[in-house]
């Protein structure tokens, strides 16, 4: 069973940046796959990034591509995503989510892959 919580969410101008963290408790945090999704409102949720559990392998969805990195600290047990050059589109509702798929398995970022989520930190992007 993982525990995921997330933090540093907030409201920032276009432009700017902000970390949100997902602290994971559990006995399976470092071979876990984390993956972070955004819903704004009115929308599907959507898989923003993710990182294998040694850290070694990370993807993102287009769009955010050069402007977000993923990160992760297996002796914290916290996942970090670094959100620059922020866009108003950007704003939502941001969870982390923790996937048992096996140690070199395929994986993307499809919410049907993943089996642990948190309640989400809210990101708002406006002047």
């Known amino acids: 069973q993982l525990r995921l919580v997330e933090s540093g969410g907030g409201l920032v101008q276009p432009g700017g940046s902000l970390r949100l963290s997902c602290a994971v408790s559990?006995?399976?945090?470092?071979?876990?796959?984390i993956g972070w999704f955004r819903q704004a409102p009115g929308k599907e949720r959507e898989g923003i990034a993710g990182i294998s559990g040694s850290g070694e392998t990370t993807r993102y969805v287009d769009h955010v591509r050069g402007r977000f990195t993923i990160s992760r600290d297996n002796a914290k047990n916290i996942v970090y995503l670094e959100m620059n050059n922020l866009k108003p589109e950007d704003a939502g509702v941001y969870s982390c989510?923790?996937?048992?798929?096996?140690?070199?398995?395929?994986?993307?970022?499809?919410?049907?892959?993943?089996?642990?989520w948190g309640h989400g930190t809210q990101v708002t992007v406006s002047a």
């Open positions: 559990g006995s399976t945090f470092v071979g876990n796959v």
């Open positions: 989510a923790a996937s048992l798929v096996l140690q070199g398995a395929t994986w993307g970022l499809k919410s049907w892959e993943y089996d642990y």
